[in-house]
């Protein structure tokens, strides 16, 4: 079994910062990606960013600059800067992982509240 537990999120002034961060653990051999995506009521859950095994990152064009993702081993983080109250929403934690029994599984958080008022 694997799991991916979140933390991080909360309430801040726009203009603020939070960290997001996200632990996997259980029968993981290897890390193929991890990223964040975000959903805000009545909208589709989004990409903001991902990170490979290699290190590559790819951000959402509305939070480049502000949000900074990184990882180490099976953790990731999302750190955001700048704040904005279109950045409210409930963000998940994604990761694709290739398991000890060789399986490749997509694995998610349970999420985590991000409120930003203006």
């Known amino acids: 079994q694997v799991q991916l537990v979140e933390s991080g999120g909360g309430l801040v002034q726009a203009g603020g910062s939070l960290r997001l961060s996200c632990s996997g653990s259980?029968?993981?051999?290897?890390?193929?990606?991890m990223g964040w995506y975000r959903q805000a009521p009545g909208k589709q859950r989004e990409l903001v960013a991902t990170i490979t095994s290699g290190g590559s990152t790819n951000y959402l064009d509305s939070v480049k600059g502000r949000f900074t993702i990184s990882r180490d081993n099976a953790k990731v983080y999302l750190q955001m800067n700048s704040l904005k109250p279109e950045d409210t929403a409930v963000y998940y934690c994604?990761?694709?992982?290739?398991?000890?029994?060789?399986?490749?599984?997509?694995?998610w958080g349970q999420g985590t509240q991000v409120t930003v008022s203006v």
């Open positions: 994604n990761a694709a992982f290739i398991l000890t029994n060789l399986q490749r599984g997509d694995y």
């Open positions: 259980g029968s993981i051999l290897a890390i193929s990606a």
